[in-house]
Each structure stands twice: as structure tokens, then as C-alpha cells.
């Protein structure tokens, strides 16, 4: 069957894993808005820290959050194609499928929002001359 897909001539190993990797990042980058936004709000983030010369403990959370919230719309994207694939026509459990992993992606962007609070706290604190034992 002739496919524009270049999985045969890639082969199957640790190179090959990564070209799928970067194809699937590629083809959301292309067709998800939500995960652009995403990339801007980590970039704005990511500026931030770096002006208030953040500690390697906050790089440590913000990181982990922002990847967090990048694999659960990568996730989310590839269950909605799925779903889609599945089940071209409308039914409530397609919908419910969708659904919970919109959820997923909230619960994560919730979590990195706790995230980037608590740090501003810790770093405002700090710059405002909080004891050590209060921050």
C-alpha cells in the first residue's frame, strides 16, 4: 500500500524513535493552538525566572511542570485523534473519552499555576527581606 509516510525507510531503530517523536511534536506544534499558548506561557515563565535569578530547586519545579503540561496535551491530542478515528460520528463515550483528557490537561495546568505561585511567593518573600526561617 503506498503511503507518504517514511516509517518503512527509517527503520526501526533509536534514531528512527526519535524522527516519530519529533513528527508527533510536529504535527500538534501544527494543528493544536492550546499547546502554543502552552509554549508561550512557559517562555514568559521561563523569562521570569531568569530575572529573578531563580534557584535550581524552582528551575527543578517550573521544568517539571512545564513538561507536565506539554505531555498531557501531547497525550490529549493523541487520544482526540484516536477517538476521531474511532468513532467519526458522535457518541457519548467518544465524548467522555475527550472529555477526561481535557481534564487531564486542566488538572495540569492547574498544578503548574500552583506551581508558578508558590515560587513568586518564595521569591517575593525573599526580596522583601522575609527571615530565612519564613522562606
Avoid: C
Avoid at 29 to 58: D, E, K
Avoid at 79 to 97: C, F, K, M, Q, Y
Wanted: charge should be positive; charged fraction near 10%.
Amino acid at each position: 500500500m503506498p503511503t507518504s509516510d517514511n516509517r518503512a525507510r527509517r527503520g526501526h531503530g533509536l534514531a528512527a524513535a526519535f524522527g516519530y517523536a519529533f513528527d508527533g511534536f510536529a504535527a500538534a506544534w501544527q494543528t493544536q493552538p492550546n499547546l502554543r499558548i502552552h509554549a508561550v506561557v512557559a517562555a514568559v515563565v521561563v523569562a521570569a525566572g531568569i530575572v529573578a535569578r531563580l534557584p535550581l530547586w524552582a528551575w527543578t519545579a517550573i521544568a517539571f511542570a512545564i513538561a507536565l503540561v506539554v505531555t498531557t496535551e501531547l497525550v490529549n491530542t493523541a487520544i482526540e485523534s484516536l477517538v476521531d478515528l474511532a468513532s467519526p460520528g458522535e457518541h457519548p463515550l467518544a465524548r467522555r473519552a475527550k472529555d477526561v483528557s481535557a481534564a487531564a490537561v486542566l488538572i495540569s495546568v492547574l498544578g503548574a499555576v500552583a506551581v508558578g505561585l508558590l515560587i513568586a511567593a518564595w521569591a517575593a518573600a525573599r526580596a522583601g527581606g522575609a527571615s530565612p526561617g519564613m522562606i
